[in-house]
């Protein structure tokens, strides 16, 4: 199969492109797109056929399930039940948006392959002009993974898409870099209080200041909510070791050294400002402690660890502030939970 881009990210008439992807999606067929978190691989979600090739294109295990991108916020009733009050006030402060809300699913409407064998659905309304406008067009559900390889980093632009799924998918509609990086934060309101079971764009605060107390067992160290069926797969796992270490220039550099001292090649990633002329790669993320410019650049600069020869990565941290929470998470899945202290 060959994969073709259509770059719909300029002033043109796109009207085609976007005909096009839809034509692709109502024939039973997938097309990446890019939301504000990250690129997206999409197929019709009230379609078992469909979906399956997400799953077949992805390589990931069926037992994970996916979820549902709508166009409007009124849809959410069409595949959902039981939607409590707590959750439209949600839905009202932050959507479009990056945050995924998982309710008692209707019975019947979205394909059984979408959750498998769960009794509840996680849907979300991207704040992403060609989403909603594929979206919207296609008048309908979009079952929507990130758009990477089982088991590589979220693609935050389509030349990602297209290392991962070249040959395996038959369109990328091109939509520039994504805005936020990280996945969407997915909360569980079938429970009470309700649950963050994965942290992301929209932080805890925001979510506890629209409606009170929630858990989030994912906040810190990397663990993981049980109940994100997502979180039991090692993700975001790049070629060569990755350890945390201290954000801290002169830490960094004694590592490095240490490092090259038992002959190991290291790659780096860091804030912009740290000088670390020993690291054999180092690739910068943005300001020190500017946990915005992390998020946006985080999935990138591991990609391109995985381009070197370096056999361990150094990635310094943050701090848990706003959306900091959420690159740690990943941080820390992305390192297994390894820290660098010697
Ligand atoms: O930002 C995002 O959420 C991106 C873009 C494309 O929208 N999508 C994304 O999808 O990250 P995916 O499949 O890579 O991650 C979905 C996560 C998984 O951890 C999955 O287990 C969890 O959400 N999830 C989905 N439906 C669920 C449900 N019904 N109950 C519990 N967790 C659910
Ligand atoms: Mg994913």
């Not at 979180?231 to 801290?248: G, Q, T």
């Not at 941290?317 to 941080?331: D, P, Q, S």
Request: overall charge negative; glycine content about 10%.
């Amino acid at each position: 199969m060959e994969t073709e881009i259509v770059s719909v990210d300029n002033d043109m008439d796109n009207s085609k492109s976007y005909q096009q992807a839809v034509d692709i999606l109502k024939d039973g067929g997938v097309v990446a797109f890019p939301t504000e978190t990250v690129y997206g691989l999409g197929a019709l979600a009230t379609d078992a056929r469909a979906v399956q090739r997400i799953f077949e294109a992805k390589g990931r295990p069926s037992d994970n399930p996916l979820i549902v991108h709508i166009g409007n916020k009124e849809d959410v009733d069409k595949y959902a039940v039981n939607v409590p009050e707590n959750a439209k006030r949600l839905m009202d402060a932050f959507w479009p948006g990056p945050l995924t809300l998982v309710f008692h699913k209707r019975p019947g409407v979205i394909a059984e392959n979408v959750t498998p064998g769960f009794e509840t659905v996680g849907i979300r309304m991207p704040d992403h002009p060609v989403a909603l406008t594929l979206l919207q067009t296609l008048g309908g559900p979009l079952a929507a993974p990130s758009a990477n390889r089982s088991g590589k980093p979220s693609p935050t632009e389509a030349l990602h898409v297209m290392t991962d799924l070249q040959g395996r998918i038959p369109l990328i509609v091109d939509g520039g870099r994504t805005g936020v990086g990280v996945e969407s934060t997915v909360i569980d309101m079938t429970v009470d209080p309700p649950a963050i079971l994965r942290p992301g764009g929209v932080t805890r605060e925001m979510i506890e200041d629209v409606i009170g107390p929630v858990t989030a067992e994912s906040k810190s160290a990397g663990e993981e909510a049980p109940k994100a069926p997502g979180m039991k797969y090692m993700h975001y796992a790049p070629e060569s070791p990755l350890f945390v270490i201290e954000p801290d220039e002169a830490v960094i550099r004694d590592a490095v050294r240490q490092l090259h001292a038992e002959g190991k090649r290291v790659a780096v990633i860091g804030p912009n400002e740290f000088d670390i002329g020993e690291a054999d790669w180092y690739f910068p993320v943005g300001p020190l402690h500017d946990n915005d410019a992390m998020a946006v650049n985080l999935y990138g600069a591991i990609r391109q660890c995985d381009l070197t020869e370096a056999d361990l990565i150094l990635a310094a941290g943050t701090n848990f502030e706003g959306v900091g929470a959420a690159v740690m998470n990943r941080l820390l899945k992305a390192a297994d939970g390894k820290r660098f202290n010697r």
